[in-house]
């Protein structure tokens, strides 16, 4: 837990006279966050804090290194260190010392670590101005404009923040083959995976319509 509560950053976003379409954006961002927060075990405190804080750097620069300079802001207010940690390493999923180096960025390892880091990271690559973008999308945008090993980082990172759906398939039930299965969910906001159980199979379902895929499994595995 941390005594540094919403409040408090609302305060300092004031202090920094962060602008409305910043201040849009961090709201938007926020409140993805703490959905996927209440599912997972984390400090909600810090992911709430994190959230709001995390462009703050944007009062001085647009670009990448607004992380940094965000995270400059916050160590000279003597802000807890784990809040500093999420908002300087929350630029796409994270960037590698060599992949900082390359992007004409300080050398250092901003790869999210902690449930709270890649929580507000994963939010952040969720949102678009304020609007909610799919997984899918993004990687489809992280395809064209990151490194390989980022887009790589952004999957793992959706698998480890949100609480997945399990729903057990049988052998009778398991002609719903692959190519059918992405049909079945390709409107989803979502991903899967699918581990074999020998008997059948379990389908584990990861992201805002995980739910929603469930009910639609359920009913057509009901039908077969």
């Known amino acids: 837990m941390t005594s540094f509560k919403k409040k408090d950053a609302l305060t300092l976003l004031k202090k920094y006279n962060v602008d409305g379409r910043v201040l849009a954006h961090v709201t938007a961002v926020h409140d993805y966050a703490m959905e996927i927060a209440a599912n997972v075990e984390c400090d909600r405190d810090l992911v709430e804090a994190g959230a709001l804080l995390h462009d703050i750097g944007r009062t001085k620069s647009h670009g ?16 807890d260190e784990r809040i500093v ?22 050398p250092g390892n901003y790869v999210p670590e902690t449930i709270e880091e890649k929580i507000v990271c994963h939010a952040d690559n969720l949102i678009g101005s304020t609007e909610r973008v799919s997984i899918r999308d993004t990687i489809l ?34 002609e719903i083959d692959l190519a059918n299965l ?21 389908i584990s379902l990861y ?18």
């Open 64 to 79: 990448l290194d607004h992380a940094i300079i965000g995270s400059e802001i916050l160590r000279k207010e003597g802000i």
């Open 85 to 106: 940690k999420i908002v300087e390493r929350h630029i796409g999923a994270g960037l590698t010392p060599d992949e900082a180096v390359k992007l004409g960025l300080p």
């Open 141 to 174: 945008i992280a395809r064209k404009k990151w490194f390989p090993a980022s887009v790589d980082r952004l999957i793992k990172m959706h698998f480890e923040v949100f609480k997945p759906d399990n729903i057990s398939v049988n052998k009778k039930c398991m």
């Open 182 to 202: 992405d049909r079945m969910l390709e409107n989803l906001d979502l991903l899967y995976k699918i581990k074999d159980e020998g008997a059948g199979c379990i």
């Open 207 to 224: 992201g805002r319509d995980s739910g929603k895929a469930a009910e639609l499994l359920n009913k057509r595995l009901g039908e077969i």
